[in-house]
């Protein structure tokens, strides 16, 4: 037996072990046991080391706020950082580790930092960081040098660098009532609206539903309250309109009654059922939402409060009943409130002594003296605990007197044995969904709380949400809740009957004791009650402010346990009421969520591929892909043994020296079909495409509204009202969005229809001095000859019986074809051409070569049309019509976009041989210390077989007037400087006599 | 967010695709006011409360909206086609 497992109780399962490792070291447990309550069973009470000091901490929560216990859960090389072990669920084969120590949890270096308590006060990185004003650690420098060393002693876990492979998943759901927390309140309200017929989701953060029922040891319907919660939840199950989520936090509450969850489904276990994703990111859509998310207790600020055996109260109580775990065995309790008898009472019952309980009210109720003599606890009210002793244990405390109207101390320091302090500081509803969907919350003096504020959106609160602490209260709420959510009457039938120990919800407004020594208001973050009041003294007044300078409420916690006492103590500070002092808006999400949940389906095995025709073939045969957006493209078709550079070189020289092959399937095509499609295409390209003769291809350029280049490609002529628009692989999809825009809103008059025709159609290109004789042997039913096949000439035939349309149009800037074929058709048409292209040479080429060819021409591509550069830029004026108008056309002639110093397209030449790269810089005089006067920037590179040099395409000021002159590469983030020539663009066969044949 | 295309019915807003202010009118094509055109491609209304917007229903039927949305609350006050009084043809 465990030494802190009691002899019976618990929810857990005794029968059955579990064995898991925490810091390397082997434990068991029962299923049933978080790593919280299996780790305090076995006698553990240090779980982490705080934030800035390094102070040691144990378990302050058995829930969701554990701000202490932060673990890192390890499976493989995959590491999920900063879960609080209230929150794991044990395993067989569970491996966690502390975080935040050095080298071990036990003996850490970093407590060094707690003698420097003065000097990492507040804003200690603010002030201590500010350097001299010269130096050689100037200004900011000195930060920079030792930041290093701070963030390697300050921090929570690590995160991994190993890829995740989990699988995530998205979840789109839509219900009438969606209730948010399964205790009484919420069972209620789900058991209501389900009994009204309507589809309901009851959404339980935790591992079990019933919440509070779980362990208040509390009587409903005469029966324990958790038998009573068991068999409610039995009956939801047995209904079909009832999708019950256990493990599944509610995190954000969105416009339009929208919610985000986070479904846990495999965490918890050793290993996942085929098909399970880790984690369930649900998109709920809720016509009503009854919000039973409950109460936090919160924490007395004191000197010594975070010391290991310092716990909340209901936390202990619900170790003890829930998991059969005590957390000590002499426990002590300090409270403001009733609450905490409760407490005491179930300890005892459990099987603890209760030796003391400090209240810091003088007036306790008769009933509560009762409740403390049933404990058989001493009852010091009228007292305070002004220190805790021990080291990574709690052995005792020390109270003082107290005075709770002046907060004053008085008299003897008394000391008491005990190896547990549990503390009640009232509680705060936990309202954080309330505050994200709209309004402010609104402070009540009685309960001193936040309460939710009214509703903005459709959503209704129930229980301890809306400050109504006892089960009979939530009961009643909750029905209420559920009725009103699915539409049905109040009801006057009787409500389950609550047998429950009596208190008084209201606490003494007592949140911290003044005393000697370090009392934390922030645990996660190590803010102490002496920081807020630092941050007041050095004049941050608003509450925005004090979070931001202290951290406080700003770790994973979110300030769950703090947010309220911190205001409390500024508010004193500011000699101001805690409304007027105001809160902070919760925003979401209420708990970490994982990147992975949010990326779901759009990464990893579920992410959709876009794969042309030909992609097994390009496989089978050797290429290496590369992946352009969706799409995949074949890069290099490399022979053993070759670079990159090699192949490429290779492919591009055996193309100008023969015949090249590429696939060029991805190309955006629209057909743009109508009796207006002419007129349309007019207003759409800057040039003229209505006098174009059908059969026959033409040029075309597109710019944006602002006058801006926007896509360029070829539209071929397939008959008079009927044409076939290409666009560059990246834009088809803005390019179809464009068109779709100015044919529904600007000109709906127009008869035209387009339609995205990118999958109809497999493309190959087919370029090089043999490329027409490759085409004439395998090509039927057309000749390929310059009569019939004449530049931006299209015919039709077939290859190896399958129909193909050919567009004699060149990249490469040799004679070249585009065949186009049905995709389906694509492999068998690209293998007739390859089969009749042997005898020749011909190689199939991949985007570099692509790209190398395109460079050598100096045509421009995305790189060059990014968003920035006009028409002249880029030297394509010619294309500007002057007898029409067109999009663009009124804005592109504006001052700044005809200045004499914009970047203009340029090729460049490396004078030094070496390669050059994308992004760097072109400048007149060399400075590499102090890289300065940039005149632009390279936008593409390669090494060009046609000219034996290094060559690059770059946007430079002054353009055409510099070809010829030097000038210099400045690239400091590659560390590549040296001399270029600067030149046409048109590197290579400028007067095109290559490709007009 | 939910817009109810007239065409497909209630859709979530990642079907939906933003195409900006719909207060703006287009300059006749051959205009060469050019206060005019600067007006309709850089000037939008950023109204705290009601505003008339075109959305696409880009992952539907691929028809614009007119959508007249709280800025605020995100409620959406209404829809219609962006053709004005022309019903695109076959839906109805």
Known sequence: MSPRRTETGGRIDRLRTIRFTFDGAPYTGHIGDTL?????????????????????????????????????????????PNIPATMVEIYDGLVAVSQNRNPSLAWDIGAVNQLGGKILSAGF??????????????????????????????????????????????????????????????????????DQGARVILAELEAHFGGSANWSGETIDGMLAADWAQRTVGQLEGNDNVRLLPRTTVWGYYDGNTLAALERVTDHKEVAAKGEPRQRYWAIRAGTVVLATGSFERPLVFPGNDRPGVMLAHAAERYAVEYGVLPGQRIALFTNNDSA???????????????????????????????????????????????????????????????????????????????SLLMSGGWS???????????????????????????????????????????????AEGRAAGLQAAGGAASSAPVPVVEAAPGDPDPAPVFEIKAKGKSFVDFQHDVTADDVRLA????????????????????????????????????????????????????????????????????????????????????????????AGLWYRPMIYGLPGETVE????????????????????????????????????????????????????????????????????????????????????????KVMQHLEYFLDVIWPELRVTVTSVTDEWAGAA?????????????????????????????????????????????????????????????????????????????????????????IEKGHVTGAEIDGRTTARDLHLDWMLSKKKPFIGSAMMDREGLIAPDRLELVGLIALDNRPLSGGGHIVEQLDEANPHHSLGHITACCYSPALGKYIALALVKGGKARHGTRAFVSDPLRNRFGPIEIVSNHFYDPDGSRMHG | MLITCPYCGPRDVIEFTYQGDGNRERPQPASQDLDAWNAYVYDRLNPAGDHNEIWQHSGGCRAHLRVVRNTITHEILSTAFARGGHKAEGRS
């Open chain 1, 36 to 80: 919280a309550s299996a780790l305090l069973a076995n006698g553990v009470t240090l779980f982490g080391r705080s934030f800035k000091y390094h102070r040691p901490r144990g378990l302050l929560s058995a829930g969701v706020e554990e701000p202490n216990a932060l673990v890192t859960v390890l499976s493989g090389e995959v590491r999920e």
């Open chain 1, 341 to 419: 008898y409760r407490s005491a009472v179930a300890l005892k019952k459990a099987g603890a002594a209760v030796v003391a309980i400090i209240d810091v009210r003088g007036d306790v109720s008769t009933e509560m003296r009762r409740l403390a003599s049933e404990a058989e606890a001493e009852l010091l009210a009228g007292h305070a605990v002004v220190a805790t002793e021990g080291g990574k244990a709690l052995t005792g405390l020390k109270i003082q007197r107290f005075d709770a109207m002046s907060g004053a101390l008085s008299g003897d320091e008394r000391s008491i044995h005990a190896d």
């Open chain 1, 766 to 854: 087919i370029g090089g001095p043999n490329a027409r004789a490759i085409l004439a042997s395998c090509v039927t039913g057309t000749a390929v000859d310059n009569a019939t096949l004449p530049f931006m000439g299209i015919a039709h035939g077939q290859i190896a019986g399958v129909p193909v349309m050919i567009c004699r149009l060149s990249f490469s800037g040799e004679m070249a074809f585009e065949v186009y074929s049905g995709a389906g058709y694509g492999t068998r048409v690209w293998e007739a051409l390859i089969e009749a292209g042997k005898p020749f040479g011909l190689v199939t080429y991949g985007l570099e070569a692509l790209g190398t060819m395109r």
């Open chain 1, 429 to 475: 509803p936990t309202i954080h969904l309330a505050s994200q969907a709209g309004a402010k919350a609104e402070w009540d003096p009685a309960r001193q709380a936040f309460l939710p504020p009214t509703p903005t959106q459709r959503w209704i609160g129930a229980g301890a949400f809306t400050g109504s602490f006892s089960t009979a209260e939530a009961i």
């Open chain 1, 536 to 627: 007041h003294r050095e004049g941050f007044v608003s509450v925005e402010h004090l979070k931001r300078y202290t951290t406080l409420g700003m770790a994973t916690d979110q300030g769950k346990n703090s947010n309220v006492p911190g205001l409390a103590i500024m508010a004193e500070a500011l000699g101001k009421p805690i409304p007027e002092v105001g809160t902070t808006r919760f925003r979401p999400p209420y708990t970490a969520v994982s990147i992975g949940s949010l990326a779901a389906e759009r990464f990893g095995d579920l992410k959709p591929e876009r794969l042309t025709p030909m992609h097994d073939w390009h496989i089978a045969n050797g290429a290496r892909m590369y992946s």
């Open chain 1, 125 to 194: 990185y603010y002030k201590t960081f500010m350097g001299p004003v010269f130096g050689p650690l100037k200004g900011t420098r000195f930060w920079m040098f030792c930041e290093h060393f701070i963030r390697r002693a300050a921090g929570l876990g690590k995160a991994g660098t190993a890829p995740d492979p989990a699988r995530y998943e998205r979840m789109n759901a839509f219900c009438d009532v969606l209730v948010v927390g399964s205790g009484p309140a919420g069972l209620m309200a789900a058991k209501a609206a389900a």
């Open chain 1, 646 to 733: 090699q192949a490429y070189v290779r492919e591009a020289r055996a193309t100008r020296g023969s015949a090249g092959i590429v696939d060029v399937s991805t190309l955006g095509k629209i057909a743009v079909q109508g009796p207006d499609a002419a007129e349309f295409l007019d207003r759409v390209y800057t040039n003229t495409f209505s006098t174009l003769a059908v059969g026959k291809a033409r040029y075309g350029l597109m710019l944006r509204e602002d006058g801006l280049a926007f896509d360029d490609g070829t539209t071929w002529r397939l008959g008079e009202q009927e044409f076939l628009m290409t666009t560059t692989t990246a834009n088809a999809g």
